[in-house]
């Protein structure tokens, strides 16, 4: 299984970019998480990533470019877009804008909208496989749908197995939780996704703080699933102990029984970056569950936050188990 990881090297992204652009899947790191990356204007790849994560076909992906004027053929960009890609890009923030006709992306990946995500990453090794594929690819998050985002190229290998051709090998993201994603293709602006930018950087831009919808309904929502990001064990937040058998992730100083701490210090930069790779570590047969406790809202607070609700949120029955 791990046969499929390669470092980074200069020889292995070559190899990549010859990959995606014969409509393999390649898994890359970027400064958020790992992304599952194909070419995005190939349908047929395009619909390998679906069935690879077991991902909805209303759910769009986001097309990751190499530098800024790559995204000028796809979408249509207003002054107020422009100065948001300007400051933020490269960096951890998405804009949803309206799609240019004849933009050369397949419709499957923007699941049928009018509008396209894209997106200019922070990494050196996803900007240099864009580059060496030559064209825009997507790239949802490398993990089976609905589960933990993988922050680490074996995170991805146990959750996607032999889907991708190749992972290549980064080391662990920066970042440690998804792009933030915001939609200027409606009337107002519209925080689909709270991420790695966090919503106060963008006031300014905006003339205020974007609106935000907590849960997403397709079709202008589609991703944002109640259930995400989950875990096998029962997530339980705001705790202030461990109940007997559960796991305590803590956050700034720790109670006695504390498993992990995602910041000693209460930092909210390192707990993003821990946050996946400690759900993941927390998640084994000897716990009955996993406790955390409270995370400020504010900043990149708000973005790990949306990710523990949607982790403990209760799942839906899958066929033939659980009572
Ligand atoms: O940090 C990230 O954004 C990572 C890395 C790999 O770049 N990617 C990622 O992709 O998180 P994914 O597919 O897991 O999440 C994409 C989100 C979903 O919530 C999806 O619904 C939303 O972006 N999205 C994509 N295109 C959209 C569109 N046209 N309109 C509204 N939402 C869209
Ligand atoms: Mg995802």
New binding site residues.
């Given amino acids: 299984m791990t046969g499929l990881i390669r470092p980074a090297t200069p020889d292995n992204i070559a190899e990549a970019g010859r990959l995606l652009a014969a409509g393999r899947l390649v898994a890359f790191p970027?400064e958020?998480?790992?992304?599952l990356g194909a070419d995005a204007g190939d349908d047929r790849a395009v619909a390998a990533i679906f069935a690879a994560k077991n991902r909805p076909r209303f759910?769009?992906?986001?097309v990751?470019v190499a530098d800024i004027a790559a995204a000028d053929p796809l979408v249509e960009i207003d002054a107020r877009a422009r100065a948001l890609m300007d400051r933020f890009w490269p960096g951890?923030l998405?804009l949803?804008l309206p799609r240019r006709k004849g933009a050369p992306i397949s419709l499957l990946a923007?699941?049928g909208?009018d509008?396209?995500?894209v997106?200019l990453?922070d990494h050196p090794v996803a900007r240099a496989v864009i580059e060496a594929a030559a064209r825009p690819l997507a790239?949802?998050?490398?993990n089976a749908s609905g589960a933990v985002?993988p922050t680490r190229a074996d995170h991805v290998a146990q959750s996607l197995g032999a889907a991708p051709a190749m992972i290549l090998d980064g080391g662990p993201c920066r970042v440690g939780i998804?792009?933030t994603?915001l939609?200027l293709?409606g009337d107002a602006p519209l925080l689909?996704?709270p991420?790695?930018i966090p919503a106060e950087s963008l006031a300014d831009f905006l003339g205020g703080m974007p609106a935000t919808i907590a849960t997403?309904a397709a079709p202008?929502?589609?991703?944002?699933l109640e259930s995400h990001y989950a875990p096998s064990l029962p997530v339980r937040l705001n705790a202030v102990r461990p109940n007997p058998g559960e796991a305590l992730l803590a956050f700034g100083p720790a109670p006695d029984g504390a498993t992990l701490n995602l910041s000693a210090g209460g930092d909210p930069a390192e707990a993003a970056a821990n946050l996946f790779a400690m759900l993941r570590a927390l998640d084994r047969p000897e716990f009955t569950g996993i406790a955390v406790m409270p995370i400020p809202a504010a900043g990149l607070g708000a973005a790990i936050n949306d990710r523990l609700r949607r982790a403990a949120h209760p799942r839906r029955q899958t066929e033939g188990t659980g009572p």
């Fill in positions: 970027t958020t998480v790992y992304g759910n769009p992906l986001i990751h951890p998405t949803v923007s699941a909208l509008s396209l995500a997106r990453p790239a949802p998050s490398a985002s998804e792009s994603v939609d293709a689909l996704r991420g790695g997403m202008r929502a589609p991703g944002l």
